[in-house]
């Protein structure tokens, strides 16, 4: 059964820093392109950052775009999404899955709160 749990959110203060994980089992993902997505209360949920299956192309809404940066770690079947220079705004559910997303591998999320 595919897993993709992700963790790393909590509650920072307007600039500063967060580091989300988002540990894949049960597959391999290294040959997917993979995604953070994030949901805030009463909207969809919206792609912010993407990654080539090869990590060689990256995506990255204009919200965040100079602030955030995704990797991943094909050997350990991992995503990261490095979060800088947060803003309120940036406050939301995050959740990674495959780019496009593949509607049964969706986690719990982890929630990011930025104060202001």
């Known amino acids: 059964q595919v897993q993709l749990v992700e963790s790393g959110g909590g509650l920072v203060q307007a600039g500063g820093s967060l580091r989300l994980s988002c540990a894949a089992s049960?597959?391999?993902?290294?040959?997917?392109?993979m995604g953070w997505f994030r949901q805030a209360p009463g909207e969809d949920r919206k792609l912010v950052a993407a990654i080539s299956w090869s990590a060689g192309v990256t995506y990255y809404a204009d919200s965040v775009k100079g602030r955030f940066s995704i990797s991943k770690d094909n050997a350990k079947n991992t995503v990261y999404l490095q979060m800088n220079s947060l803003k309120p705004e940036d406050t939301a559910v995050y959740y990674c899955n495959a780019n496009p997303p593949i509607r049964g591998y969706w986690g719990q999320g982890t929630q990011v709160t930025v104060s202001s």
């Open positions: 049960g597959r391999t993902f290294s040959t997917y392109a």
